[in-house]
Nanobody
């Protein structure tokens, strides 16, 4: 089993920055990839960015150039640096990890609220 705990959310003004962290524990040896998703009120959960164990990244078009995803494999921690935040970025941000090989398991954190005021 894999446990994911997010931190770093909060209230920020438009144009500001936040850094989210996601600490992974448990059966982490097979985790790949890891990613950040977000869900705004009344909307579906959407991918923000993900990263493989080798460092390959993928971003939603809406955050390209403003957000940076990274992972510290030694600390088993995933990060999301969010710059130039916009009010439409207000959402609950979730950490996700996939584990396993022949059978893949999806793991979610509890989420952290990010509120961007205009």
């Amino acid at each position: 089993q894999v446990q994911l705990v997010e931190s770093g959310g909060g209230l920020v003004q438009a144009g500001g920055s936040l850094r989210l962290s996601c600490a992974a524990s448990g059966s982490i040896f097979s985790i790949n990839p890891m990613g950040w998703y977000r869900q705004a009120p009344g909307k579906q959960r959407e991918l923000v960015a993900d990263i493989t164990s080798g460092g390959s990244t993928n971003y939603a078009d809406s955050v390209k150039g403003r957000f940076t995803i990274s992972r510290d494999n030694a600390k088993n921690t995933l990060y999301l640096q969010m710059n130039s935040l916009k009010p439409e970025g207000t959402a609950v941000y979730y950490c996700q990890a996939l584990s396993g090989s022949s059978i893949r398991y999806i793991h979610w954190g509890q989420g952290t609220q990010v509120t961007v005021s205009s």
